[in-house]
């Protein structure tokens, strides 16, 4: 419950007992229970979010037999963290053709509460497992590139609140992560020390 990773590593952010921590104090749920109930739905958000972009409801139906019964040297995605990881970027992609869609309408909160939990989610799925930052990267790179190439490079960017909210959400990612690792790593130091 003091640290942001598990087991005083710099890795394999702790987000599902954090979460589970809802079930747990407030239905009062046995702590297994509770982390059962969180990672599920989040790999059922995940799904749901993948699925959205398969428009064959027989791809969804194979897609959702790969992602609940995996193979078993693929059984790692649902037991360990790719699968967490994977359906917070899901979700994520899914919010941003939502607001791809929503840009349209000129609804201004609805916007800024889109990009916001875009950039919440992919800050979590980095804190989550450090590999994220490849597809973060890459989808925030293919945005760039998609943006760039239907507008010319132009001061006019610098306008324009995505910018905002992807930089923003680089420093305080940064911030956020920067300082779990620090506190993972004292409390290892702390642990070592009260070994001798």
Not at 12 to 41: C, D, N, W
């Amino acid at each position: 419950p003091h640290a942001f990773y598990f087991w005083g590593q710099d890795r394999m952010g702790s987000i599902i007992p954090l979460l589970g921590q809802i079930p747990f104090k407030i239905f009062h749920l046995s702590a297994l229970t509770s982390e059962s109930i969180v990672r599920y739905s989040i790999l059922l958000l995940g799904f749901f979010a993948f699925s959205s972009f398969l428009k064959s409801r027989f791809l969804k139906i194979i897609f959702a037999l790969i992602w609940f019964f995996p193979p078993i040297h693929l059984i790692a995605t649902i037991q360990s963290f790719p699968g967490v990881e994977s359906s917070l970027i899901a979700i994520a992609c899914y919010f941003l053709d939502y607001y791809q869609n929503e840009k349209k309408r000129n609804n201004i909160l609805l916007r800024h509460f889109t990009l916001l939990a875009i950039t919440i989610l992919l800050i979590a799925s980095i804190w989550v497992s450090d590999m994220a930052l490849v597809s973060v990267f890459l989808l925030l790179s293919l945005h760039l590139f998609f943006y760039l190439k239907a507008n010319k490079l132009n001061f006019y960017i610098l306008k324009k609140i995505e910018f905002y909210y992807a930089f923003g959400g680089f420093i305080l990612g940064y911030i956020f992560i920067h300082y779990g690792k620090n506190i993972s790593q004292n409390l290892r130091l702390l642990k070592e020390l009260e070994t001798f």
